[in-house]
């Protein structure tokens, strides 16, 4: 077994370059700071194996973060000539908690429109260098290393090109398994007949609709029984946004948040909820400036103030260890 310093040591180096990778130095080190030397042990060998796995990629991103830099992405494509559709595809499309890329499809009238709108992608400002390119595809790295990843297809390619860059390998691999049980192809630029016509494809629910599938929306594509249900017929209904009601797990200033009480009710208010649930971290938190029970208190105390001053229920709440101190 390792003596405590070294491993204390080897984790924090370990945590600093996860840093890089999306990974969290901050917390690693915290787990340093209070974790037996078995614990830390394990803990080693885990960051160890996510350290070898991100070797030579880039910077993660959090799926907002992700969002944000799509969405000023496909400005940027909208803006270029003989472009008439840009969509989100891939991992954030797929709402992938940490997406390994940023993808999105350009829509254009023609393949020769294609290949000009490839040449407008790879002179992105943005873009540090090109790492791959095709007349009809293009992917790119940012200075952080943010993968970046563009396909290009006619509108009537849409529907399928659309598809295979919003699901799962296996859930495309068992899409394409079906087309073929049905007589048909079916690749990423269309679904083709192997005798007679092809049904027509308007959108994604004409593709699903003629596999004999319920559509799957790209959140569900994960191969996780949604091919199954699917075939059954069975309707996939997901939560919108219109659908929260509040928000339950909420830190500010007190702790490590970045905003008020009040700046954060009137924020949730702002957006429709009806609840906001105030959760600092508690005392054991100690390395995110956690509340004692006398700071506790005066918290309650402010929040009672904010509650007569704003809509929004305010509820109280913490962040806990299961632990008779905190």
Not at 81 to 98: K, M, N, T, Y
Not at 143 to 171: F, K, M, N, Q
């Amino acid at each position: 077994m390792l003596d405590r310093p070294t491993v204390v040591a080897r984790l924090r180096e370990i945590a600093d370059l996860l840093a890089a990778h999306g990974g969290s130095r901050f917390k690693a080190r915290a787990f340093a700071r209070g974790a037996r030397a078995s614990r830390l042990e394990l803990q080693l060998a885990r960051l160890e194996r996510r350290r070898t796995s991100c070797s030579g990629c880039g910077t993660k991103l959090s799926l907002g973060e992700a969002w944000r830099l799509a969405r000023a992405i496909e400005e940027d494509l909208r803006a270029m000539p003989g472009v008439r559709e840009v969509e989100v595809v891939g991992d954030v499309a797929r709402s992938v908690e940490r997406p390994e890329s940023v993808a999105l499809v350009v829509v254009t009238s023609s393949i020769a429109e294609e290949r000009g709108a490839m040449d407008h992608v790879a002179s992105l400002p943005r873009a540090a260098r090109v790492e791959a390119r095709t007349e009809r595809g293009c992917r790119l790295r940012l200075g952080d290393g943010t993968r970046i990843e563009i396909v290009a297809c006619t509108p009537t390619e849409l529907p399928t090109v659309r598809v295979a860059h919003a699901s799962s390998s296996v859930h495309w691999k068992k899409l394409q398994s079906i087309a073929t049980s049905r007589e048909l192809q079916l690749d990423e630029r269309a679904l083709r007949a192997t005798h007679g016509e092809a049904p027509a494809l308007r959108d994604d629910r004409d593709l699903y609709a003629a596999l004999g599938l319920s559509f799957v929306p790209a959140e569900q594509r994960e191969d996780e029984g949604e091919i199954e249900r699917a075939a059954r017929g069975e309707p996939f209904d997901l939560v919108e946004v219109g659908d929260l009601r509040g928000f339950v797990h909420c830190h500010t200033k007190w702790s490590d948040g970045k905003g008020s009480i009040e700046e954060m009710a009137r924020a949730a208010e702002l957006r429709g909820a009806s609840y906001l649930t105030i959760t600092d971290h508690s005392k054991s938190a100690h390395y995110a400036n956690g509340l004692d029970a006398e700071r506790l208190r005066r918290q309650w105390d402010e929040i009672d103030e904010v509650q007569s001053r704003v809509g929004i229920r305010i509820l109280r709440g913490k962040v806990r260890r299961q632990s008779p101190d905190t």
